[in-house]
């Protein structure tokens, strides 16, 4: 991740040397549940069970950095340096097999659609 200023540097040491309180903690605990159905913690798990070659795990990075750290030239610029076997073309026709093994929860099928609609527009 890339911070654009010189202020959000200073921000993020300051922050490193102060206490994480009770506060902080129900904060993330918060955002962590509201983002949990749709956030890929990159385990690997789905990608045995994927019958294609798919970059799930990347693909989901790829599509983080589209859309939550707005660095969509990056994203689409990654997913496009995959491999056209790497790519989520496949997922379309398949019977996601891959969201069986998610121990997240996560719609990988409907994800990795969105991701390769979104990266190749």
Known sequence: ???PTFEEVDNCITALNESFGYNDKKMLHKYASAIEPYSCRWCGEC???CAHTVAIPQIQRYMMYHTNFRHKQAAVFHYGELLPEQQALPCAGCSAPCEDRCPNNIPVKQTLIQAHN???A
Do not use: N, S
Request: aromatic residues 0%.
């Open 1 to 3: 991740m890339r911070m």
């Open 47 to 49: 990608t045995d069970a």
């Open 118 to 120: 979104t990266l190749t």
